[in-house]
């Protein structure tokens, strides 16, 4: 079992091995340095379990959009699945924090991710009031695509939803034609809350798409942690 200083390590190793100091200009020893060596200090702190389960991880680190764009981690999680390079419909940069939902806007920790594995067949409005009720919170697209930076085998299980995020949907007219979304969208849409899911099976490629809050799959489930922790 690794300790969760060795945990810690392997995700800043990769992390560095994927290169994403480059879109900051910072060399790789400034990066580390500088946005994750002080998130050290919090593990012992504020963790106390060490067991990475098949749905259940101690601690993920994430870099959010914020330090370096969340298009540019997507290709460097698919280039190390060897994944075909598409041009997708659907950007990260669509989604914003659900009402409520307040992350840091530089690296932090999240505690105990629970995968998704555990709340599939359930809409992701269900599952929020669920995570509420124990204390938890949602994974934002930020958090959903920093799980499967680390830990991309959870994409072999089911389809990962993220309602701390939201689609930005009601951008509409030119907003929607600058954002590359359809040219005209139904009435309802507009009324409607679209959350981001990642998903590989049944496509066998990574894809980032959105889900209806209040559509249920056996084969999707919504992501959460216990603790948000930033230095």
């Given at each position: 079992m690794d300790s969760l200083e060795e945990l810690f390590a392997k995700q800043v190793k990769t992390i560095m091995e994927r290169k994403l100091n480059l879109p900051t200009d910072l060399?790789?020893?400034?990066?580390?340095?500088?946005?994750?060596?002080?998130?050290?200090?919090?593990?012992?702190?504020?963790?106390?379990d060490t067991k990475v389960e098949k749905n259940r991880i101690p601690l993920l680190i994430v870099v959010p959009n914020s330090v370096v764009p969340l298009s540019y981690q997507l290709e460097r999680i698919r280039e190390s699945m060897d994944d075909m390079q598409l041009e997708h419909i659907i950007k990260p940069?669509?989604?914003?924090?659900?009402?409520?939902?307040?992350?840091?806007?530089?690296?932090?920790?999240?505690?105990?991710v629970e995968t998704g594995q555990n709340m599939k067949n359930t809409t992701p409005k269900k599952c929020v009031k669920t995570f509420i009720d124990e204390g938890r919170f949602a994974l934002t697209v930020d958090e959903g695509i920093a799980l499967i930076f680390h830990f991309p085998e959870v994409l072999e299980s089911h389809w990962i939803d993220l309602p701390g995020s939201?689609?930005?949907?009601?951008?509409?007219?030119?907003?929607?034609?600058?954002?590359?979304?359809?040219?005209?969208?139904?009435?309802?849409?507009?009324?409607?809350?679209?959350?981001?899911?990642?998903?590989?099976?049944?496509?066998?490629y990574l894809r980032l798409y959105y889900?209806?809050?209040?559509?249920?799959?056996?084969?999707?489930?919504?992501?959460?942690?216990?603790?948000?922790?930033?230095?």
């Open positions: 060399s790789e020893s400034e990066f580390v340095n500088r946005h994750l060596m002080p998130l050290k200090q919090l593990l012992t702190q504020n963790i106390k940069e669509w989604f914003e924090n659900a009402k409520g939902v307040a992350t840091p806007d530089k690296p932090y920790l999240l505690v105990d939201v689609l930005i949907h009601k951008c509409v007219g030119e907003e929607v034609m600058k954002r590359g979304m359809l040219n005209s969208l139904p009435p309802a849409f507009a009324m409607a809350t679209f959350v981001p899911t990642l998903n590989y099976i049944f496509y066998n889900i209806y809050e209040v559509t249920e799959t056996p084969y999707s489930g919504s992501a959460s942690c216990a603790q948000r922790l930033s230095h």
